[in-house]
């Protein structure tokens, strides 16, 4: 089963960037679409971002398009999401998680468990 563990959040000011990752560990990765995913309390979680297993297509929430990017390095099992531009309404736990398809991890159908997530603090 699928572990990940995610890391690289911290406080930032509007208009900075930051650099998520997500390390995974049991089960091949390369068979995962992995996608990021953000929540704030009292709110359902948010998609952000996905990415085929093989790294060619990606697709993005609406409210990160063209500021976030996500990306995956199939060698060291980790996925990154390169957040730019970031506004306060960015501020959230983000969470990685993996997917048997593209689709279905965008829908939030995950493999495994949600992990504890790194949270993203966004100063005005």
């Known amino acids: 089963q699928v572990q990940l563990v995610e890391s690289g959040g911290g406080l930032v000011q509007a208009g900075g960037s930051l650099r998520l990752s997500c390390a995974a560990s049991?089960?091949?990765?390369?068979?995962?679409?992995m996608g990021w995913f953000r929540q704030t309390p009292g709110n359902e979680r948010e998609f952000v971002a996905a990415v085929t297993y093989n790294g060619v297509v990606k697709t993005y929430g609406n409210s990160v398009k063209g500021r976030f990017t996500i990306s995956r390095d199939n060698v060291k099992n980790t996925v990154y999401l390169q957040m730019n531009s970031l506004k306060p309404e960015d501020a959230a736990v983000y969470y990685c998680a993996a997917g048997s398809n593209f689709e279905a991890v965008i829908a939030g159908r995950i493999l495994g468990s949600w992990g504890q997530g790194t949270q993203v603090t966004v100063s005005s």
């Open positions: 049991g089960g091949i990765f390369t068979s995962y679409a």
